[in-house]
């Protein structure tokens, strides 16, 4: 079973930075589509960055665009969210995803993804 666990959150203020981290085990990220959404107080869950660790292919939500970048470390088996510039609306629970499939449209959408973490709280003042 795929178990994904997040953590790095934490309170910045504006224009700060955070790093969050997805610990994932029961499987490889290696080769693996990995995705993080946040949900901010009174809003729905939203798709902010993806990754196809195969090849490298990366996609982010035009609002952290520039400022948000996923990268991996293979041997560790985790998954990162650089975020600098922080803003208040950045303001959310951050969650980690994983699919089974290689996702090749739309990949910020939940459904595309099998396994969830618990998230990780990003407070930004």
């Known amino acids: 079973q795929v178990q994904l666990v997040e953590s790095g959150g934490g309170s910045v203020q504006t224009g700060g930075s955070l790093r969050l981290s997805c610990a994932v085990t029961?499987?490889?990220?290696?080769?693996?589509?990995m995705g993080w959404f946040r949900q901010g107080p009174g809003k729905e869950r939203e798709g902010v960055a993806f990754?196809?660790?195969?090849?490298?292919?990366?996609h982010y939500t035009g609002s952290v665009q520039g400022r948000f970048t996923v990268s991996q470390d293979n041997g560790e088996n985790i998954e990162y969210l650089q975020m600098n510039g922080l803003k208040p609306e950045d303001t959310a629970m951050y969650y980690c995803a994983a699919a089974d499939k290689t996702i090749y449209f739309s990949p910020l959408i939940e459904r595309r993804y099998d396994y969830w973490g618990q998230g990780t709280q990003v407070t930004v003042s």
């Open positions: 029961g499987g490889t990220i290696r080769g693996r589509c």
């Open positions: 990754a196809y660790t195969f090849n490298g292919r990366t």
